[in-house]
């Protein structure tokens, strides 16, 4: 049982250039997350989904786009990629239920550098 | 939002002694999750503990437990009988009921040093 994937692990870009980090659950969960992680920081949240079909923005969604693919996978991306998205991304899903505060269950992350 | 503080940047433990880390936060909701978050040198987040807003009981989970004060809006997490492994960074997080889903605000974290 795999839990959360994220491809890539690193990845370098240059200012300007896309990318498409690719996230996916095996665990059946109806929500998932996108968060940012900055040095002396903790996580921020992105954008979230909470089920498929369905996308909303988070604390700092500038610059990102989002797709909920299918149940199991949700992708972030950055279109036109700037130093300031220089960060490591952690994707998370959850089982959503009524009292609205499930565990969220994080990928091992992607470490992004974009020159 | 919520307001997560951990005010602690670091804290040291010798391996076998108790440690507790501090986590306040502010939220003007009445029902929240309380979440504890491991994080090692390698980077992935493990989640450790949660507690209910409304659970009277004090979580527990193996070594951890969550001292949950409602009044004060606290939520530190005790980790007995340290071990080395222990050695990492340490996340609290407040899960938001007032949208949709359980989205999660963290603090800045604590960086726990276990010694020999």
């Known amino acids: 049982n795999a839990g959360v994937t994220q491809t890539p692990k690193f990845q370098v870009l240059k200012t300007g250039q896309s990318m498409t980090l690719q996230c996916a659950q095996d665990?059946?969960?109806?929500?998932m997350y996108w968060y940012r992680q900055d040095p002396g920081m903790g996580l921020r949240l992105i954008y979230y989904s909470a089920s498929e079909g369905t996308t909303d923005k988070g604390e700092v969604p500038n610059g990102y786009n989002v797709s909920r693919l299918n149940k199991r996978e949700f992708s972030l991306r950055l279109e036109s990629a700037a130093p300031s998205q220089t960060s490591v991304y952690f994707c998370?899903?959850?089982?959503?239920?009524?009292?609205?505060?499930?565990?969220?269950?994080f990928g091992p992350g992607t470490r992004l550098t974009v020159l | 939002a919520q307001k997560i503080t951990q005010t602690q940047p670091g804290m040291f433990v010798q391996e076998k002694e108790a440690v507790t880390l501090d986590c306040t936060y502010d939220?003007?909701?009445?029902?929240?999750?309380l979440f504890w978050y491991k994080q090692p040198s390698s980077g992935e987040m493990i989640f450790l503990i949660y507690q209910g807003s409304y659970d009277e009981q004090n979580a527990t989970e193996g070594r951890y437990s969550l001292n949950f004060q409602k009044a004060r809006k606290s939520a530190n997490l005790v980790i007995s009988a340290s071990q080395l492994g222990d050695s990492a960074m340490y996340f609290c997080?407040?899960?938001?009921?007032?949208?949709?889903?359980?989205?999660?605000?963290f603090g800045r974290g604590t960086q726990l040093t276990v010694w020999p």
């Open positions: 997080a407040v899960g938001d009921r007032g949208s949709t889903l359980g989205r999660l605000y």
């Open positions: 665990m059946n969960h109806n929500s």
């Open positions: 939220t003007s909701d009445q029902s929240y999750g």
């Open positions: 998370a899903s959850s089982e959503y239920r009524s009292e609205g505060t499930d565990t969220q269950y």
